[in-house]
T-cell receptor, first 112, second 111 residues
Framework: EAGVTQFPSHSVIEKGQTVTLRCDPISGHDNLYWYRRVMGKEIKFLLHFVKESKQDESGMPNNRFLAERTGGTYSTLKVQPAELEDSGVYFC??????????FGQGTRLTVV | GENVEQHPSTLSVQEGDSAVIKCTYSDSASNYFPWYKQELGKRPQLIIDIRSNVGEKKDQRIAVTLNKTAKHFSLHITETQPEDSAVYFCAPGQAGTALIFGKGTTLSVSS
């Protein structure tokens, strides 16, 4: 069974540019989550999808972040325009049942 | 919302010793209690979890104990090895909601 995959693994962009991160969850997992870890600190919740619907987006920091999950399959997280404080590792996770979430390898975003 | 605290934030032990990390939470509706391990540069990985109808679960050298009344659960690692060195996160949750992670505990096992 393929795990959660994320693209790209690394991204370096300039302040003001746009970046789109992609997450492919484990097939059949209705729940998809985005998290961010900044400067090796805590894992901060951003957003939770159930199929194509946003169940909880209370962790999204501001309107520069836009997440979508087309057809309830893969998800994208767009940052536009990127700011320096957006740098960090963005993790995606998916789960089928309550809890038991499996993480992707993360996308390391560096905004310079 | 859920308020999660982990203690200690850092823990250093000698190889072969035991390590215990405690997680307290605020939401009495939480019914799922996992622990994740994140090694440097890698993804968080689920290492053990427990549901609210069980008080303790063990898997080889690791165990999780739950005290729902006091709203805390703990990770126990026995006979620690250098490869246990990592950041450990608790993430209590419930049906229909996302996991909210604690701030992490950095465990260092020296040989």
């Amino acid at each position: 069974e393929a795990g959660v995959t994320q693209f790209p693994s690394h991204s370096v962009i300039e302040k003001g540019q746009t970046v789109t991160l992609r997450c492919d969850p484990i097939s059949g997992h209705d729940n998809l989550y985005w998290y961010r870890r900044v400067m090796g600190k805590e894992i901060k919740f951003l957003l939770h999808f159930v199929k194509e619907s946003k169940q909880d987006e209370s962790g999204m920091p501001n309107n520069r972040f836009l997440a979508e999950r087309t057809g309830g399959t893969y998800s994208t997280l767009k940052v536009q325009p990127a700011e320096l404080e957006d740098s960090g590792v963005y993790f995606c996770a998916s789960s089928q049942e309550v809890g038991r979430a499996f993480f992707g390898q993360g996308t390391r975003l560096t905004v310079v | 919302g859920e308020n999660v605290e982990q203690h200690p934030s850092t823990l250093s032990v000698q190889e072969g010793d035991s390590a215990v990390i405690k997680c307290t939470y605020s939401d009495s509706a939480s019914n799922y209690f996992p622990w994740y391990k994140q090694e440097l540069g890698k993804r968080p990985q689920l290492i053990i979890d427990i549901r609210s109808n069980v008080g303790e679960k063990k898997d080889q050298r690791i165990a999780v104990t739950l005290n729902k009344t006091a709203k805390h659960f703990s990770l126990h690692i026995t006979e620690t090895q250098p490869e246990d060195s990592a950041v450990y996160f608790c993430a209590p949750g419930q049906a229909g909601t996302a996991l909210i992670f604690g701030k992490g505990t950095t465990l260092s096992v020296s040989s």
